[in-house]
């Protein structure tokens, strides 16, 4: 439709600036001192005119810096462009007697770090925004060594949550029909069940009951922030391996009644800690409702990846008979015997409704990182399912456990709230029901499910 | 190219949110109360979960709110979203007594006024960038009687600066092929020389001798920020009307060496004082160059708004001459008597030189804001053009006078940098040549032109 | 979506090969012989390797051309390239005889004039469509004079039905987003009710209860091909000026149950008799459908462009009353008499009734030609609107009366064939009760409406 | 640019109707005569009402066709819709008799094969163009067991050449950022030197030393019709498999002065025998001069597929001598044995000049196919490389031969005439030279290179 095609057509500059890979600087060894110097001067110039040039000249240096010479950049970073001290507290002292709006004004100007409005600065060259989330993700690699550079990342954090706010982010489907550039990517970037390859790709991308979804940034037109696989099905899967499988029989338009998000992956290291994933489910939840009227249920198909973890340490603190658990678990094969498997489900489900449901880190929120992720955004613990993921990675991490959690739209909002008020965890009868009754009546709140 | 399509393609659906207009919020009477209940709660939610629906409920009702229902919203968000002072003052005396990292980041946390945070939560909801734009302009209304309304004002342009940074700006040929809804807006907003009508903006945009062009940002997809107009001529134009002219002659391709850039005009008056403009020249320079080599002077076609407001002070703290002088500039019709106009010329280019060169700000900067804006970014006085503008608007503003500014790549440097550390005008040999000796000995520094 | 980009990226080259306006020759006065032997040349080569550049020649110097030369370079084309008498009844003899296919092969070949040929070939070069089109406009002119040049009009119309086939045809929406080089192609072609400028063609795009299509070939990228303008309303319309007021109530969605085509105009004269409209009319119907379940009912808003014309010749030859009713109606300000208005609409109605039902050319086709054109595509006559179009243009042709031909998806097909079979005109009760009873008796078979 | 971005909106429908895959026909089993019995309705319906459904059920019960009912429905159109020979006689003898346009038009209406206008009405449906390009695919294998199928056959050459005439040909840049669904069709129709999987692929795309371009028509927009495959290098490469190889040195971008065309493959069997090859080379070549300024040479890397069966049936007429020649080729391994190699290349190189310059069919041209399609476009024979593939298929077919063609822009329209009118061989001085004294004589012209 006309609608959007001027705006399409528009848009191919920023695509072509934020493509615009900075060159190397042409120099043999860029000097952090001289890099440094270009800072101060983009900084402190009061007219904006050469500002381009400086910041992509200042970009292209860092990124020819070798390691050490990267580290030293980003610690003249935390040294150099932190606020005055005396200055704040003279501020803040004025401000404190007088709250006037020039006070305020003033305070916030000498309390906000200047290495943001260094970062603002730099942020004018063409390809810049990509350049910024890369330096935070070499800069990752220093912060538990060097605390001090926190103050650089704290910064870039700041920015990047005011620039990749959710009202500047694109949804876009993603299929077999996108260019081959984007898709390379998601190979890359998966990291909940590893892509195998092309053809693996076009496997979880062409075929009718697929669907895939990302977050784009126009800045990154290239780069996928975050991203989706979903599966449509007749019932709610209970194994990865059903959903991945060749030979899976593909249902018609009309049985399509849940969509079962089974992979959703992070791609940016840069951005980590920004949050996308609330915002892209729910968004394609929507999109799903509105195209296929026939969808009923939205669940995940979630891996469960800090259960074995969890149930050791809680076995080298239990009982003997616990211990033998876990020890049985460490065995390889069980899982291809019957009986054994059996056996040891009766067993197992139990300690994973309490690993779900009771258990909790310091903060009072559950152990599982993929669990505070989903009941965090509403979700509720749906059921638990038995040697879902057979993988090498699945059993030794979940003793081959998947999740799923279901997004019930009309308790979205119920579960969150008390999620976030209180932690409680909204689970389905069946999830509690599998808790040994004494632990049971630890549950605060009934839950609703 | 395929380069861009994906991009392009991906990139309509951030213009459609940017596009949805946020619908009457169906209440009859939005109560500023309740809006306020609602943006705490959006400002204090731990997760995002509701945050979409919170923030476009927020929006949909202050749109809603009558113009004393909006200040008095205003004036809310002055009072509750500032930061907390005794907080303030504690973190200040702390990170001056230790400047960690920790309590430089703890500083920042109370420093910041909580109005930017829930400002980047509104900008959750689909068309809340253009939501928050309005408002701002709808909150300039009320600066100067209520002082404290700068505060949120503050707020507001710190976003701004952060969202519309260059890099995220996207540069647009705008001509006759572009969308009529586009295309209206020229029109609507057309600063400098109006545009009557579709024929007449027709005239500006199809010829081959004319080009436009515009920044946008994604998320407002269907404004301007700003646009510039500019005319392709085999000699400098020293007047508008032969720019302007129905009959003038086209010129060939390669007779088109100069580039005047007759109309530059912002949009937004939501984005008043984010300046585009130096940015927007200095690309459209670069791109017109690219494009066709034959250009080889880039300048523009300027009014001098100021200059009859500052003869008159002049005149009225001058000798009688100088009284008499202006009197006679008040007369109506003496352009178009050769012999007075010619006589008039010779008295009043003089003034205008020492207007540009000498006369000043309390700030050291020239009087007349065009010529502030261009040497700003390092153009040069080229040009006075004695009755370069014989419309009512341009009689009444500068008794005619126009101005070239040149923008010299080669010294476009140098001059910005002059200008922004001592406020030195780069001025032409000829037009430095019009000041009287007694006042060219004043100029601080020969110019370099 | 994905799934377009790519396509349309690599559409803008055939975009521009369409828009790639042939240069002048640059010749002070091309020959038509030089040309003629390019012809012959560009036919006769049996490779293809020249043949861009030589297409390419041959349409820039017949555009330069000037009317007699034109003319002349038409009548070499008529005498030149027809097909070898002799050899077509040697080949035609052979097949008599003896009907193979190596026969039939050889009979095709030597009997389709070499003119088809000659126009593909020049059809090689970059905007030759365009050129075509407009050879064959031009070649209009010039008919009714030289009937031999009808044989140059029937190959072109020949390789025209071919070239824009239904399958090669898009349908586009037009609306106030689109880019204003097509809109004024829309003032300019509107052929049934004149748009008045770009503020009346504002009101006839934007508004929500607006709606505009037209279909594009991809070979003429800027120029529509037919385009059909459309009210949604709430009941079936009976006048224009109530279509077109300004001051309507524009009526909520929900309410919008009908789609009433109140204006459908061909912009190719070099297309003449090459039919879009049927496709065209449907295909609307079907999208209109698609999206906006609330219509129910499509209908036309019609003029009855030959009513006047064959009541004269009616009265001419009949009784002195209808002699005399014809020249009441040739009283100007009648109209404005609500007496005599509803006097002379219950004489006129009847008349109207029989011009559609009863009256028939000689071929059996009813007299109307937009009568024709709808009841041919499936189309029943609904209703006849008393002073539907008071404009001077509606009074002069039809004394005022509009017409409604109901496109009822359910008995489209089945009015199509009783057309096409019998020129069985459907009509609904109402129009046919207008009948006078011996008339009515008439009516070969009764209608289903 | 906006220039092109409505149109390439507006092709997006035409996208999808290219695209829109004739759904089965939902009948068990459709019957050729209740086909056929819609073909004749489809064929003499007067009104094209119901046209476009009709055609549309045709196609999609064709397609439902198992092997034996396409050939009867094919059969069935070969004898059905032929032009009734009596008529054609009359028509013929009228139009000899008097040649006038009346007796010229009805010839040629009752000589053109019905067919031919019922693929133009079957044409009018939803993604007809890619079903009767499938159908002229199906037809193939059937015209040497049944010669009358090719009246068939011609009536679909006859439309596809007007409808994919070049005018309506879109030039296309394919490279990585390619929607995935385009290149696995590079993969699936690569002709001339197999790409081994995506990883194969992009390494034919991705690096800046690569370029491949594709012809599409807009009725079958995810189908290419040819794409050629360009190294661009520093000279001219005599091997490919320094082309392909992964560790060549990429030049630098002023260094780039060859474009070596190393592949060119048609995509449609349906579309055989009618050419795309020539535009597209040229085309390409005058693309590539445009945006890489530094390219000077434009060669191919071509084989010489026939070149082995040549000399085998040359040596069983010729002596023993040549006969033992034969036989070292047919030994395996000779080629990695120096010694050998470079003893066979003294004897082979002028049986490989005598190949391409001496050898002709009977109709005159030069044996060797890929030959005869670049000497018939202009280019001329440049270079015979020893060894140049030493792949099983190289060495198969032509015992390791490669050949450039040089395509000289100067030089291409007189060898390309030369070669058109006395299939007259252009070849470098080199290439000539290998020739043996006693048939260089027989060279008819002295070449040109």
Redesign the interface.
């Known amino acids: ?17 934020g ?1 615009g890979i900075l060159g190397p600087s042409g120099e043999s060894k860029p000097s952090v001192d001289a890099i440094i110097t270009d800072c101060d001067t983009l900084l402190t ?8 040039a400086l910041a992509a000249r200042v970009l292209a240096r860092v990124n020819d810096l070798d390691g050490p010479g990267k580290l030293a950049f980003f610690q003249r970073l ?1 040294e150099r462009y ?2 005055d ?2 200055e ?2 003279g ?3 004025a ?3 007088e ?3 020039e006070n ?2 003033q ?2 100007e000498v ?3 200047p290495r943001q409005e260094l970062f ?1 600065r730099l ?4 390809g ?2 990509r350049a910024l989330v890369d330096m935070r993700r070499e800069l990752q690699a220093h912060l538990s060594d060097k ?2 550079l ?2 650089v990342d ?1 910064d870039l954090v ?2 990047f ?3 990749f ?20 990517k998601l190979i890359q970037y998966e990291a909940v069940h590893e892509i195998h ?2 053809d693996d790709l ?1 496997r979880r991308l ?1 075929p009718a009951d697929r669907r895939c979804f990302a977050f ?1 940034h ?2 990154l ?2 780069d996928p922030l975050i991203f989706v696989e979903v599966a449509l099905t007749e019932s709610i899967p209970d194994n990865i391996a059903g959903v991945l499988s060749e030979d899976r029989q593909i249902v018609t338009d009309e049985k399509r009644t849940v969509a079962a998000f089974y992979s959703i992956s992070n791609c940016q290291e840069g951005l980590k800690s920004i ?1 996308f994933g ?2 892209l489910i ?1 968004q394609v939840v929507e999109d799903l409702k509105a195209g296929l009227p026939s969808l009923k249920t939205f669940v995940t198909l979630s891996p469960a990846p800090g259960f074995r973890r969890w149930l050791q340490n809680y076995a080298a603190q239990g009982s003997s008979d616990r211990r033998e658990l876990v020890g049985r678990l460490e065995q390889t094969g069980w899982a291809e015997q019957e009986k054994i498997s059996k056996d040891l489900e009766k067993q197992v489900l139990p300690l994973a409704a309490e690993y779900f449901l009771i258990a909790k880190r310091p903060d009072g929120e559950p152990v599982d990182p993929v669990a505070r992720f989903h009941l ?3 979700a509720s613990l749906h059921q638990l399912n038995w040697l879902g993921d057979r993988s090498e990675k699945g059993m030794k991490q979940s003793a081959g456990l998947m999740v799923n959690f279901l997004y019930d739209l009309s308790s ?2 119920s579960n ?1 709230e008390k ?2 008020a209180r932690a409680e965890v909204a689970a389905s009868r069946a999830v509690r029901g599998l808790l040994p009754a004494q632990l049971a009546k630890k549950l605060r709140v009934p839950s609703n499910v």
């Open positions: 439709m006309s609608r959007t095609s001027f705006f399409q057509d528009l848009l191919s500059s920023v695509a072509d600036r493509r110039s009061r007219g904006e005119a050469s500002g381009v935390a932190s606020p001290p005396h704040v507290e501020a803040a002292m401000y404190a007697e709250p006037t709006a305020l004004s305070l916030f309390a906000e770090p603002r942020n004018l060259a063409p810049a925004t605390p001090d926190r103050l704290r700041h920015l949550v005011s620039w706010n959710r009202g500047f982010l694109v949804l876009q489907r993603i299929d077999w029909q996108t260019p081959a550039h984007i898709l390379e390859g092309w076009r062409a784009f126009p800045a037109p290239d949050s609330n915002f729910k965090g955004n509403g979205i909002e969150h999620y976030a």
